[in-house]
Structures are given as structure tokens and as C-alpha cells.
């Protein structure tokens, strides 16, 4: 009831909020209108039109918008911003002193500053005509703005350096005409960025980017709800251990004498997912090597170690696939996991479950493959701007692929919730101890399955900022929300099964967990929202409840203790020892990738500075891959262990796995990641946003030499991928168990461990 309340108040305020996004939306103009000589500079569809186009090219795969996006190349808006605000201040400079700007004096500098400042902020959007005017030196500055992007986005040799250190390839839009509507859109996209709301103080991305040429700087709400988060954060970490010192804690169960698990035959279906594991591998192999080109994108621009590339694939390509297989892999481990657990809780193989399970796995590799060169082929310009939205590339980080073959994964994931259900349900509708925990594994089930379907929520000329808002609903609601909780879920059931839990234990724990996690994490989605020409009242939403986020990984150590100790319960405990260490890590990246990482970036003050910064690569390589890819290898290997004849089980090659994979990890970050974030973090502030994501400083010598210190992980990192991928191949070499009887009758596994 408890959760049931919290899912209903968290989801009406996530409503109520879209709500207002949507209604404070900054405006798409009918008409930008020269006041001067009413000559038309752009209409709402070229605007419209250019969010297509820089769609097609990658979009967010290369650079960003408000912030959201890739590394290497600048944030568009923030460029635009910056370059529009230099070229009008020379403009002036020019024609009343006689020198460019930079030539002036402070005195004269610090006069047109504050003149650009009230030419720039001021807002002049008509809402009952739709227009917006500029002055005719305004048009002038983005005529230059303008002319900069078509030539960039051209094979032109003037900017083909810049290009290669933005790592776009030459020629990457051939079409003069949809370079046109991207810069159209930029423009935009920095306008909101740079206006006043109308009679307000700040822009419609409240002051973000910082740019102090126009005066961007933090707003006091701002600041006043950066200080109110760490307040709360400190507060609620205060009162859980003061919760969990008066919780009374139970015995240690007493384990049984012998693997509960031992005597256990795996169904045919569940046989069937031996594929999905070993497709995972493939696709976590594949994730990694275009990883390494994508990384090293960012000292050779347009090659690898000296050959031409970026012809053939380009960034935004490896860019776009080596996120989205990350998505792929981890969620099709976490998806097979469930085909896989379900008869086995419940002792039920449904008829034709598995002709569903490999009509499911042949969808997916359709799915995947196909969407991957429909990307391709939209970053290559081959669609048209509509065809592309369907077939090609969307452009929006981890939703790239195009609405057909997003449609086709919804399908997929509705085939999966029914195979799921029809086996859990007998489980389900027995009394047991477990049913709380089965619930939740149920409704997650259901949630993972539905979700998705907010990719659905907007479409081709939707409003970047809604577009914003239901993309995170996937990112962060279904990746990081519903999955969490049914591998939770998923993870304590297996524990209860091999008698290492308590199945009351297991229940309080769950729901526990549910409901304070999805108590901060439903409404701390909006901390994604600061700055995407959203209201106020998101930065108070998304500060205080992402503050509350943070608040369980306090006793993250606890939980990961707790796993460890399972691994000494018994000598037969030993055959899980890996999939069990593999859950520690799982606790142990909770905390540094998403408690630590994840609350550096997330204060409003802090986010409004390193928003898009290798800080935030920081925490989404930490927690994305530390939390989330760390759980699908767990899960991996305890069906693995089911699957598998014990005799071609190696725990050496898993020994070194496990800390290759951690410890590449870790030096990642370390030695690479995170100090290239500070030292962008510290050109942010101190120079402004445009600065930190300028050739200036990702091409200086010390961000070049960070990028290469992160080879040495890379590679370690790349040992445990390879020795993961040759301990599945030791496993299908060594056989798989000896075949069963089709549809054999199944016991169900006694769900409580007493």
C-alpha cells in the first residue's frame, strides 16, 4: 500500500510537471523579422526543419543542445551564443572606434558589454503575431553565425582543422539547404538560451550556459536550491542510519547442507536463453572496441593511429552505437534473466514457451542489427530528414533509433512480458512467503514492458524541451528505475532459492528498497531537466528529490557486506562465488558511480557548470557500466551456472574477469575521465561553457594527454571482456547438460528458505 501510494503521488507531480514544461516551453517563432527592413531571417519550419537535419547527422551523438549530448565537439547552443554575442560586440567595436573588440580598452569593453547584454536579453517575441525582431547589427552578427556552420558542415578546406578536432567528417551535410535549417536551429536553440523570459530575470534555460559576455550566471534560485539539496542529502542519510541502528536485526539464516539448485533441471525454455547470454558477449565485445575508436576520436579527429576513417564511421556513428549496444547488452541480460528465472520460481513451462523465447531472441538481433545500419545510413545522409526519423537516426542519446525499429523493440518488449508473466503466474497465485517479492517482480515486469512506450510520447516536429522530458523517462525510469528494481527483485529470489535469505528478510528488504528508491528516483528524473528551457520550479523538484536519490547508497556497505559474507555461508556456496562478487560490485559502484559521481554533477549550482563536461562521463561510465553492466554479467553467470556442465566451469578465468573489468574500470576514471572533467570544470567557470568545450582546451596538451592515460585502462578493461568472452566459449565448448525430455514436469523450487 505503502508503495502503491508512493508510485501514485510521485507519477501525478512527474505529470503535473510535464504539464508545466510543456506550457513554459520557450517559444518556436512564427517569423524572425529584421525590424529594420522586415526581411524574414528564418520561419518556425526552418526551425522545425533544422532540429531534423542535425537529427540526421547524429544530433546528440555529436556535440549537444542545452547540454545534452557528446563530448568532443562544442554545445550548439552554447557556440552560437557566444559566437553571435563576439561577432555584434566587433560589429560595434568596428564601427565606432575603428578596432575589434578584444582591441578595446576595459572601459569601452565594459560600455558595449552592457549594451549586448540588454540587445541580447531582452525579449522581443510578440506571443499574437509570433515574431520575433532583431536589429539590423543583430542580423548582421548572425548572418556571420551562420555562415560559420554552413561552411563547417561543408568539405570547405578553411575549417577542415576545426572539423577534425570536432571530429565531424568533411562533407558531413552535403545538402546546403539542411545546413541551412541547422544553423537555423542553433540559432534558436542559443536565442533561448540568451533571453529573458517575459517579465522574469532569467533566461528560458534559467541563465544556462554560463556566458558572462550577456551576463549568464547562476540564478539565485540556483543557488538557493543547491544549498537546500545538501542540506536534505546530509538530513537524510542522519535519519536512515538512525533508522537502520533501531531496526532490529535478525540471526544469520543457517544455510542447508547442500546446493538447494543441485538437482534442478532447466526447461526447454529456459534452456533456449543460453543464446540471449552469449549474444550479450558479442554485443559487450562489440561495445568495447568501438569505445576505444570513440574515445580516441578525440585526439585524431577524422583517424585511427593514422588511418582515414571517418569517411567509412564516422564519430557520431561509433558514438551512437557504442551507447546504445551498452543499453542493448545490459538490458537483454537482464531481459533473458527473467525468461530464464521464471519456471524455475514457479515450476511451471508454459506451453510453447520456447518458441516464444527463440522467436523473441530472433526479433531482437533483427532489432539490433537493422537499427544499427539505419543509423549509419542516416548519419550518412543517404534518408531524407523525414525518412531518417523512421529509419535512421533520431538523434536523442541512448533513443538513436529510428521510430521503426523502436517500434519493432516495443513489440519485442510486449512478447517478453507475456512470456514472463505466463511463467511467473503460477508462482503468484501460490501462497508462499515470497509473494511480496513476487509482486514486485511481477509489477517491474510489467513496468519494464509499458515504459518504454514513453519513446512514443513525441514525434518528428515535437518541442525539444518535451522531447527532453519523456527521453528521460526512458533513461532514467526505465533503465535506472524499473530494471533496478526488478533485478533487486530478481536477485533476492535467487538468494531466498538457494537457501542464503530468509524469504521475510528478502520481502522487507525489497520493499524497502522499492519504495525509498523510487520515493527520490521518480521525481529526481527532473534533475535532467534544469536547463532545458524548463520552469523554476523544476530545479527545486529535481534538486531536493535527487538529493533523496543519494540517500540509500549510505548503507550500500552494508549491503555489499552482506553479499560478501553469502560467498563464506557454506563450502558448496563456492560454485556461486563470482555471480555473488559480481553483485558486491554492483554495490560498491552503486555508491562511487552513482552516490558520489552521480550527486558531484547533480546540485543545480554544480550541474550548471559541468553539465555535458567529462564529469559527466565521469558518473554515467561509472554507474552506467559499474552498476547496471556489472549486475548483467551477475546475472549472466548464475543462469550460465545452471546452464553449464559444473566440469567446464573456470573460476580463473572469472578471478580474472572480475578484477579486470573493475580495475579497468577504475583507472578509467581515474586516470583519465575524471580529471580531464575538473579541468574542463575549472575553464567553465572561470571563462564560461563555450570555453570548456572550445578546441582550446579539449586539444590542449594536458586533456590530450588524459585521453591517452586512459589506454592503460582500456586495455585491462578489454582482458576481462576477453576473458568473459572465453569463459562462455570454454562453457559451450565443454557442452551444454545432458538434453531433457521435452516438457518434462517441472517442481517448483521451495520459494522460503525455512
Same mark, same amino acid.
Given at each position: 500500500?505503502?508503495?502503491?501510494?508512493?508510485?501514485?503521488?510521485?507519477?501525478?507531480?512527474?505529470?503535473?510537471?510535464?504539464?508545466?514544461?510543456?506550457?513554459?516551453?520557450?517559444?518556436?517563432?512564427?517569423?524572425?523579422?529584421?525590424?529594420?527592413?522586415?526581411?524574414?531571417?528564418?520561419?518556425?519550419?526552418?526551425?522545425?526543419?533544422?532540429?531534423?537535419?542535425?537529427?540526421?547527422?547524429?544530433?546528440?551523438?555529436?556535440?549537444?543542445?542545452?547540454?545534452?549530448?557528446?563530448?568532443?565537439?562544442?554545445?550548439?547552443?552554447?557556440?552560437?551564443?557566444?559566437?553571435?554575442?563576439?561577432?555584434?560586440?566587433?560589429?560595434?567595436?568596428?564601427?565606432?572606434?575603428?578596432?575589434?573588440?578584444?582591441?578595446?580598452?576595459?572601459?569601452?569593453?565594459?560600455?558595449?558589454?552592457?549594451?549586448?547584454?540588454?540587445?541580447?536579453?531582452?525579449?522581443?517575441?510578440?506571443?499574437?503575431?509570433?515574431?520575433?525582431?532583431?536589429?539590423?547589427?543583430?542580423?548582421?552578427?548572425?548572418?556571420?553565425?551562420?555562415?560559420?556552420?554552413?561552411?563547417?558542415?561543408?568539405?570547405?578546406?578553411?575549417?577542415?582543422?576545426?572539423?577534425?578536432?570536432?571530429?565531424?567528417?568533411?562533407?558531413?551535410?552535403?545538402?546546403?539547404?539542411?545546413?541551412?535549417?541547422?544553423?537555423?536551429?542553433?540559432?534558436?536553440?542559443?536565442?533561448?538560451?540568451?533571453?529573458?523570459?517575459?517579465?522574469?530575470?532569467?533566461?528560458?534555460?534559467?541563465?544556462?550556459?554560463?556566458?558572462?559576455?550577456?551576463?549568464?550566471?547562476?540564478?539565485?534560485?540556483?543557488?538557493?536550491?543547491?544549498?537546500?539539496?545538501?542540506?536534505?542529502?546530509?538530513?537524510?542519510?542522519?535519519?536512515?542510519?538512525?533508522?537502520?541502528?533501531?531496526?532490529?536485526?535478525?540471526?544469520?539464516?543457517?544455510?542447508?547442507?547442500?546446493?538447494?539448485?543441485?538437482?534442478?533441471?532447466?526447461?526447454?525454455?529456459?534452456?533456449?536463453?543460453?543464446?540471449?547470454?552469449?549474444?550479450?558477449?558479442?554485443?559487450?565485445?562489440?561495445?568495447?572496441?568501438?569505445?576505444?575508436?570513440?574515445?580516441?576520436?578525440?585526439?585524431?579527429?577524422?583517424?585511427?593511429?593514422?588511418?582515414?576513417?571517418?569517411?567509412?564511421?564516422?564519430?557520431?556513428?561509433?558514438?551512437?552505437?557504442?551507447?546504445?549496444?551498452?543499453?542493448?547488452?545490459?538490458?537483454?541480460?537482464?531481459?533473458?534473466?527473467?525468461?530464464?528465472?521464471?519456471?524455475?520460481?514457479?515450476?511451471?513451462?508454459?506451453?510453447?514457451?520456447?518458441?516464444?523465447?527463440?522467436?523473441?531472441?530472433?526479433?531482437?538481433?533483427?532489432?539490433?542489427?537493422?537499427?544499427?545500419?539505419?543509423?549509419?545510413?542516416?548519419?550518412?545522409?543517404?534518408?531524407?530528414?523525414?525518412?531518417?526519423?523512421?529509419?535512421?537516426?533520431?538523434?536523442?542519446?541512448?533513443?538513436?533509433?529510428?521510430?521503426?525499429?523502436?517500434?519493432?523493440?516495443?513489440?519485442?518488449?510486449?512478447?517478453?512480458?507475456?512470456?514472463?508473466?505466463?511463467?511467473?503466474?503460477?508462482?503468484?497465485?501460490?501462497?508462499?512467503?515470497?509473494?511480496?517479492?513476487?509482486?514486485?517482480?511481477?509489477?517491474?515486469?510489467?513496468?519494464?514492458?509499458?515504459?518504454?512506450?514513453?519513446?512514443?510520447?513525441?514525434?518528428?516536429?515535437?518541442?525539444?524541451?518535451?522531447?527532453?522530458?519523456?527521453?528521460?523517462?526512458?533513461?532514467?525510469?526505465?533503465?535506472?528505475?524499473?530494471?533496478?528494481?526488478?533485478?533487486?527483485?530478481?536477485?533476492?529470489?535467487?538468494?531466498?532459492?538457494? +537457501? $542464503?535469505? &530468509?524469504?521475510?528478510?528478502?520481502?522487507?528488504?525489497? *520493499?524497502?528498497? =522499492?519504495?525509498?528508491? !523510487?520515493? %527520490? @528516483?521518480?521525481?529526481?528524473?527532473?534533475?535532467?531537466?534544469?536547463?532545458?528551457?524548463?520552469?523554476?520550479?523544476?530545479?527545486?523538484?529535481?534538486?531536493?528529490?535527487?538529493?533523496?536519490?543519494?540517500?540509500?547508497?549510505?548503507?550500500?556497505?552494508?549491503?555489499?557486506?552482506?553479499?560478501?559474507?553469502?560467498?563464506?555461508?557454506?563450502?558448496?556456496?563456492?560454485?556461486?562465488?563470482?555471480?555473488?562478487?559480481?553483485?558486491?560490485?554492483?554495490?560498491?559502484?552503486?555508491?562511487?558511480?552513482?552516490?558520489?559521481?552521480?550527486?558531484?554533477?547533480?546540485?543545480?549550482?554544480?550541474?550548471?557548470?559541468?553539465?555535458?563536461?567529462?564529469?559527466?562521463?565521469?558518473?554515467?561510465?561509472?554507474?552506467?557500466?559499474?552498476?547496471?553492466?556489472?549486475?548483467?554479467?551477475?546475472?549472466?553467470?548464475?543462469?550460465?551456472? +545452471? $546452464?553449464? &556442465?559444473?566440469?567446464?566451469?573456470?573460476?580463473?578465468? *572469472?578471478?580474472? =574477469?572480475?578484477?579486470? !573489468?573493475? %580495475? @579497468?574500470?577504475?583507472?578509467?576514471?581515474?586516470?583519465?575521465?575524471?580529471?580531464?572533467?575538473?579541468?574542463?570544470?575549472?575553464?567553465?567557470?572561470?571563462?564560461?561553457?563555450?570555453?570548456?568545450?572550445?578546441?582550446?582546451?579539449?586539444?590542449?596538451?594536458?586533456?590530450?594527454?588524459?585521453?591517452?592515460?586512459?589506454?592503460?585502462?582500456?586495455?585491462?578493461?578489454?582482458?576481462?571482456?576477453?576473458?568473459?568472452?572465453?569463459?562462455?566459449?570454454?562453457?559451450?565448448?565443454?557442452?551444454?547438460?545432458?538434453?531433457?525430455?521435452?516438457?518434462?514436469?517441472?517442481?517448483?523450487?521451495?520459494?522460503?528458505?525455512?
Amino acid at each position: 500500500m505503502v508503495l502503491a501510494l508512493v508510485m501514485a503521488v510521485s507519477f501525478t507531480a512527474l505529470g503535473l510537471m510535464g504539464r508545466e514544461i510543456y506550457r513554459q516551453a520557450p517559444p518556436i517563432p512564427a517569423r524572425v523579422v529584421e525590424q529594420a527592413s522586415g526581411a524574414v531571417l528564418m520561419t518556425r519550419e526552418d526551425i522545425q526543419n533544422g532540429q531534423l537535419a542535425w537529427q540526421s547527422m547524429g544530433g546528440q551523438q555529436s556535440g549537444s543542445i542545452w547540454g545534452h549530448g557528446g563530448y568532443v565537439a562544442p554545445d550548439w547552443s552554447a557556440d552560437q551564443l557566444h559566437r553571435e554575442a563576439v561577432a555584434l560586440l566587433d560589429i560595434w567595436a568596428n564601427r565606432e572606434h575603428g578596432v575589434a573588440y578584444a582591441a578595446l580598452k576595459p572601459e569601452l569593453q565594459g560600455s558595449l558589454q552592457a549594451r549586448l547584454k540588454a540587445e541580447m536579453r531582452t525579449n522581443t517575441y510578440d506571443p499574437e503575431t509570433g515574431v520575433i525582431t532583431v536589429s539590423a547589427d543583430r542580423a548582421a552578427a548572425m548572418r556571420q553565425v551562420k555562415a560559420h556552420y554552413l561552411e563547417l558542415y561543408s568539405d570547405g578546406p578553411a575549417l577542415e582543422k576545426l572539423r577534425e578536432q570536432y571530429a565531424i567528417k568533411n562533407a558531413a551535410v552535403p545538402d546546403p539547404a539542411r545546413r541551412e535549417m541547422i544553423a537555423n536551429y542553433y540559432w534558436w536553440s542559443a536565442w533561448a538560451a540568451g533571453t529573458n523570459r517575459p517579465d522574469d530575470t532569467v533566461t528560458y534555460t534559467s541563465n544556462w550556459p554560463h556566458e558572462p559576455l550577456i551576463g549568464n550566471v547562476p540564478s539565485s534560485a540556483n543557488m538557493v536550491w543547491s544549498m537546500a539539496s545538501i542540506i536534505l542529502l546530509i538530513f537524510g542519510v542522519g535519519a536512515l542510519v538512525f533508522w537502520h541502528a533501531r531496526t532490529k536485526q535478525e540471526d544469520h539464516v543457517k544455510p542447508p547442507a547442500g546446493d538447494p539448485l543441485e538437482g534442478f533441471k532447466p526447461t526447454p525454455s529456459m534452456k533456449a536463453t543460453g543464446k540471449y547470454f552469449l549474444t550479450v558477449i558479442g554485443l559487450f565485445l562489440l561495445q568495447v572496441g568501438l569505445g576505444a575508436v570513440t574515445a580516441h576520436y578525440a585526439v585524431e579527429g577524422h583517424e585511427f593511429y593514422g588511418v582515414q576513417i571517418s569517411d567509412i564511421i564516422p564519430y557520431a556513428v561509433t558514438r551512437t552505437w557504442h551507447t546504445q549496444l551498452a543499453v542493448f547488452w545490459i538490458a537483454t541480460a537482464w531481459l533473458a534473466t527473467g525468461l530464464y528465472v521464471a519456471p524455475m520460481i514457479s515450476g511451471h513451462e508454459p506451453k510453447f514457451q520456447r518458441l516464444g523465447v527463440n522467436v523473441l531472441w530472433a526479433a531482437l538481433v533483427f532489432v539490433v542489427l537493422g537499427s544499427m545500419a539505419g543509423e549509419w545510413l542516416g548519419v550518412q545522409q543517404v534518408f531524407d530528414i523525414h525518412t531518417n526519423w523512421w529509419f535512421g537516426h533520431q538523434g536523442w542519446e541512448y533513443v538513436d533509433l529510428g521510430r521503426f525499429w523502436q517500434t519493432l523493440l516495443f513489440v519485442g518488449l510486449m512478447l517478453w512480458l507475456v512470456l514472463v508473466s505466463r511463467a511467473l503466474w503460477p508462482a503468484l497465485r501460490t501462497p508462499s512467503e515470497s509473494k511480496p517479492v513476487l509482486a514486485v517482480l511481477f509489477m517491474s515486469t510489467i513496468a519494464i514492458g509499458m515504459f518504454y512506450a514513453a519513446g512514443f510520447m513525441w514525434g518528428k516536429h515535437t518541442h525539444v524541451s518535451m522531447v527532453e522530458y519523456w527521453r528521460w523517462w526512458i533513461v532514467h525510469l526505465w533503465v535506472e528505475g524499473f530494471f533496478e528494481v526488478f533485478a533487486t527483485a530478481v536477485i533476492s529470489l535467487l538468494l531466498v532459492n538457494l +537457501g $542464503l535469505v &530468509r524469504a521475510k528478510t528478502a520481502n522487507v528488504a525489497v *520493499l524497502f528498497g =522499492t519504495i525509498v528508491f !523510487l520515493f %527520490g @528516483g521518480v521525481l529526481g528524473t527532473a534533475h535532467h531537466w534544469y536547463f532545458a528551457g524548463t520552469p523554476v520550479s523544476v530545479i527545486a523538484v529535481g534538486s531536493v528529490f535527487s538529493a533523496l536519490e543519494v540517500v540509500p547508497l549510505a548503507l550500500i556497505g552494508a549491503e555489499a557486506f552482506e553479499n560478501w559474507r553469502h560467498t563464506k555461508a557454506a563450502p558448496w556456496v563456492s560454485a556461486y562465488k563470482w555471480p555473488i562478487l559480481f553483485f558486491v560490485a554492483v554495490a560498491f559502484w552503486n555508491l562511487l558511480g552513482a552516490g558520489v559521481f552521480g550527486f558531484m554533477i547533480n546540485p543545480p549550482v554544480s550541474l550548471y557548470y559541468i553539465q555535458g563536461l567529462n564529469t559527466t562521463a565521469t558518473h554515467a561510465h561509472a554507474a552506467l557500466f559499474g552498476v547496471y553492466g556489472m549486475l548483467g554479467i551477475g546475472l549472466l553467470l548464475f543462469c550460465f551456472r +545452471g $546452464l553449464a &556442465r559444473k566440469e567446464a566451469w573456470s573460476d580463473g578465468l *572469472l578471478k580474472v =574477469t572480475f578484477w579486470s !573489468l573493475n %580495475g @579497468g574500470l577504475a583507472m578509467m576514471l581515474f586516470m583519465s575521465l575524471l580529471p580531464a572533467g575538473v579541468v574542463q570544470a575549472l575553464a567553465s567557470i572561470e571563462h564560461g561553457y563555450w570555453y570548456a568545450r572550445s578546441p582550446d582546451v579539449i586539444h590542449s596538451p594536458l586533456m590530450e594527454t588524459l585521453v591517452w592515460l586512459r589506454v592503460p585502462g582500456d586495455i585491462v578493461f578489454s582482458v576481462g571482456a576477453f576473458s568473459l568472452a572465453l569463459f562462455a566459449a570454454k562453457l559451450l565448448i565443454g557442452g551444454r547438460k545432458q538434453p531433457i525430455v521435452e516438457e518434462p514436469k517441472v517442481e517448483p523450487l521451495p520459494i522460503a528458505a525455512e
